[in-house]
């Protein structure tokens, strides 16, 4: 009997969960298959790598010396496919991912396109909604990863910057500001703004670069916060105030006059876009694939 790569991964997955049971549940094999593949493993090193119990397991010595090998050995496969993914052009096969709301509504719409051209033969289905739903869809494998706009500091998560995107003062059509190139923050502060809700990804990145130069963002005449970056583009061309939003989201009402993108000159809202998928998952090669051309393309041409 030869060592496999795959039964390496089942000793890893049951190692990490604690059980055979939440071990089956994410690789999406029943408990009786995952307890014959840890078993076929023990055969053939001729030793026990669980302790099992009625209530719970626990790795032997020999099961503790193996897990080192097993991570190498799923961290080499993972490098593998990034790198055999710069030659996958005639990869066959079906992309589903999550995006949180602006991501999904307005930046990958755009990076889609040239992904198709260059991958024609992979299809995509793409799940837009918000970085909890996101996660918990995650976690109960009905998605393999998604597009989130802040990092997930949690031990069975991986979490990767993979696209960068700058907020900008967003200015309607008809404010005295319109003709203007820039404003400084204190000058900004002197109008009502229309904002995203507490809580959304956008709102942080703002609050958090506005208390990193010592400005309390509570100091903001906030009229309206709105659950989505469209309504809040709404209200703004109805001249209800200001926003900070992604320059991504308006390009649309920029082209037609609509807004206009502000510099603030003492300060800059940029953040980071994140790749996010469980540990124990090793991703499809169209995941793969995808991530690899965002990591690697000139992605301002299209945003």
């Known amino acids: 009997m030869a060592?496999?790569?795959?039964?390496l991964h089942i000793f890893y997955t049951v190692a990490s969960k604690g059980s055979f049971s939440a071990a089956a549940q994410a690789l999406h094999m029943t408990q009786p298959a995952v307890t014959m593949q840890v078993q076929s493993l023990e055969e053939y090193f001729g030793t026990k790598l669980f302790h099992r119990s009625t209530k719970k397991i626990e790795m032997s010595d020999a099961g503790r010396t193996l897990l080192p090998y097993a991570e190498q050995s799923i961290q080499l496969m993972k490098k593998t496919d990034v790198a055999m993914s710069k030659f996958t052009h005639m990869l066959q096969g079906r992309l589903v991912l999550g995006a949180s709301l602006t991501i999904g509504e307005y930046i990958l719409p755009r990076l889609l396109g040239p992904f198709s051209q260059e991958y024609p033969h992979i299809s995509v289905s793409m799940k837009?909604?918000?970085s909890t739903q996101l996660i918990e869809d995650i976690r109960s494998h009905q998605l393999n990863f998604a597009l989130i706009e802040a990092p997930i500091q949690q031990p069975d998560l991986h979490s990767e910057a993979v696209l960068s995107d700058e907020l900008k003062l967003i200015v309607p059509a008809g404010h005295e500001l319109y003709e203007r190139e820039s404003v400084t923050m204190e000058e900004m502060l002197a109008y009502p703004f229309v904002l995203?809700?507490?809580g959304s990804g956008t709102r942080q990145v703002m609050e958090q670069e506005m208390s990193a130069?010592?400005?309390e963002p509570e100091r903001m005449k906030i009229v309206m916060?709105?659950?989505?970056?469209g309504a809040v583009k709404s209200a703004v061309e109805a001249g209800l105030g200001l926003s900070i939003l992604s320059s991504s989201s308006v390009k649309h009402e920029v082209t037609l006059g609509l807004f206009k993108v502000m510099e603030v000159s003492d300060v800059r809202f940029v953040r980071s876009?994140?790749?996010t998928y469980l540990n124990t998952t090793?991703?499809?090669i169209s995941a793969v694939t995808f991530l690899t051309f965002l990591r690697e393309r000139d992605l301002g041409k299209w945003l």
Do not use: C, D, W
């Not at 916060?225 to 970056?229: A, F, K, Y």
């Open 3 to 7: 060592l496999t790569f795959h039964q």
């Open 128 to 130: 837009v909604m918000n």
């Open 196 to 198: 995203r809700e507490k």
């Open 213 to 215: 130069k010592g400005i």
């Open 225 to 229: 916060e709105l659950g989505s970056t």
């Open 273 to 275: 876009f994140y790749a």
């Open 282 to 284: 090793l991703l499809p």
